[in-house]
């Protein structure tokens, strides 16, 4: 049985990158840059909630257009049965459109994302995200994500990254560390996390990942995160408020 879903995931994952050479094949001559990636994830974890607790792939391909817009295409896909679906199935397919800004020296972006889950009984619903990097040796990004569909809630975040030398390794490059820090309106906190009604700190994760070349066109990053609700409300109300993910990504860019 196992053994089985190893074979459809691989299937599926060929399927995936042949489609993806294709249209990249096709999309070179116009300029267009695409970027691919088949992520693995022992947990599935989103601002502190747990998704689903069982290991997911998530592969994702980004088409972009010389003028910086971007369209994404991001799924879940469980690898075993658990409470958020079936082996085997899609429970989460997502299609963003981003732009990038710039506003004075720093860099920025606006997007919409349309979040579908397929095969469960959750609703689709849409964001509205901005976001402003002001750069620097820790790189802190300040974002905001609006639902305009469901909870019609914001959710604030302000995340930083540093980059230090591996001792390790010539293929190794540098360990990025990384924190963000979550903030919900009551609107958002009630619709995600089922409490009463009202803004709080919602979590904090925590994450470190390294980058190692796998030939000339791919990448592999593993990674480990840490993840912790913060509000005691909100902890009491989940079964899990504190989560590890290990995760692993192939990437390559076309």
């Known amino acids: 049985m196992k053994f089985r879903k190893v074979i459809s995931c691989v299937v599926a994952i060929g399927c995936i990158v042949m489609a993806a050479g294709a249209v990249m094949a096709q ?3 116009a300029g267009i840059s695409n970027s691919l ?25 980004t088409l972009t257009l010389p003028s910086g817009l971007s369209y994404n295409y991001w799924a879940s896909y469980n690898l075993q049965n658990s409470s958020a679906g079936g082996d085997g199935q899609v429970v989460e397919a997502d299609h963003t459109l981003n732009y990038p800004v710039k506003l004075g020296q720093f860099d920025g972006s606006v997007g919409y ?20 990097c002001f750069g ?32 390790f390794g010539r293929t190794a490059k540098d360990l990025g560390l990384s924190v963000k820090v979550g903030f919900g309106d009551g609107r958002h906190n009630e619709g995600n996390y089922g409490i009463s009604r009202k803004s709080a700190l919602t979590d904090v994760s925590v994450g470190a990942s390294t980058e190692f070349a796998l030939g000339e066109k791919f990448t592999l990053i593993p990674s480990i995160t840490y993840s912790r609700i913060l509000d005691s409300e909100i902890r009491d109300a989940l079964a899990d408020p504190d989560n590890f993910v290990i995760g692993a990504a192939v990437n390559s860019s076309f």
């Open 27 to 29: 999309d070179e001559a």
């Open 37 to 61: 990636s088949v992520a693995y994830a022992s947990k599935y974890v989103w601002r502190g909630l747990v998704l689903n607790p069982e290991p997911v792939m998530q592969p994702s391909l």
């Open 113 to 132: 994302s349309y979040w579908s889950y397929p095969n469960t009984a959750a609703h689709s619903t849409s964001e509205l995200s901005a976001n402003v």
């Open 136 to 167: 620097g040796k820790f790189n802190p990004t300040v974002s905001v994500n609006y639902d305009v569909d469901q909870t019609k809630g914001a959710y604030y975040s302000l995340g930083a990254s540093y980059a230090c030398g591996l001792p």
